[in-house]
């Protein structure tokens, strides 16, 4: 990975974004206020890599704060060292140090050993890392004095993580895509970029003249995004030019059709909700089926959430295991992340989680 320079910065402070602008200031803004994602008290700590999108994020918030007084702590820039490439790895941690200094923000900083972890756990060594990331980052937010962590996701993420998910077969709420703000294990994460395009954040580097680290191979440590991003979408771009605002535009259609049967779920569960208490749910077989199956999926997505505390990355191929157990023959059972575990009863489908499971650290890739 080496370093790429603009040409001179034009000034420490980024401008007021103009509404006729296509342009990252734009995008962000607007995304920040809709879903409230910089705090209005306490610090911030963003997530540096040092790449193009980290810097530009780091960037824009510090100019965002002094516009608009938020957030009143201070902003962190938080990097990672996964120890993958060696001395680049020392190069990427000195960069985001130095920029961070020259920012006038506080610089944290952690190293992990992806490699060793996936050993270890039977893990692919981008799960590994990622999970190993969000931890120190967790760490740093507790640190630091805050419960929320900005990272530099971009809609060019967006268009890949939808179309890799419908490849692996994700449903309604994968292909919704990732959302600009999720608490993800104790952890708030807010992607202020998540409608921002590659190009607009090469443009803002180049305008502001910031130089980035810059991995010439182009890949991740996950060999499916890396085929998505160097392979399937140019071939397929071949056919689509636009396929990026194709992805972006039906993943759009798809949260909306979420966000509805999330809420409809909301507010049945309580009418077949038997027993609920501290590690186990029990609901009535006979009444869950008298809803629609779409339904009755999202109403096992959310209890499954609620034994675990917390988001569960939870696949399609889970939920249908525990919607197949609905019909099944009493004392019939199944297994789930986190510990979980669904038998089937007369008239009941019983759900509990045992106490003291492995870590919960768990985070979607953007990457």
Known sequence: MATRSPKAPRGSKAARPNPRDERLELHAERLIAAHELVPREGSLVVGVSGGPDSVALLDFLVAYRARHGIPQGSLVAGHVNHGLRGEESEADEAFVA?????????????????????????????????????????????????????????????????LLRLIRGAGITGLSGMRPLRKLHGLEVARPLL????????????????????????????????????????????????????????????????????????????GVVLVRERGKIELDAAGLLLYPEVLRKYIFRYVLQELNEDILDLSTAHISALHSLLKSPSGRAADFPMGIKARRERGVLVLTKGEGEPERVQAPSKA
Do not use: C, W
Request: charge should be positive; hydrophobic fraction near 40%; glycine fraction near 2%.
């Open 98 to 162: 130095e920029l961070a200094g020259r920012l006038d923000v506080r610089f944290m900083t952690a190293r992990i050993d992806p490699v060793a972890r996936q050993r270890e756990r039977g893990e692919s060594l981008e799960e590994a890392a990622r999970k190993l990331r969000y931890r120190e980052l967790r760490r740093m937010a507790v640190e630091a004095g805050s419960a929320r962590v900005a990272v530099a996701h971009t809609a060019d993420d967006q268009a890949e993580t939808i």
């Open 195 to 270: 409608t921002t395009t590659r190009r607009h954040v090469l443009e803002y580097l180049n305008r502001r003249g910031l130089a980035f680290r810059e991995d010439s191979s182009n890949q991740t440590t996950d060999p499916r995004r890396n085929f998505v991003r160097l392979e399937l979408l140019p071939r397929i771009r071949i056919m689509n030019p636009s396929i990026q605002e194709t992805l972006l535009r039906e993943s759009a259609l798809f949260a909306e059709v979420d966000r509805y049967l999330a809420a409809e779920a909301s507010r049945v569960l309580p």
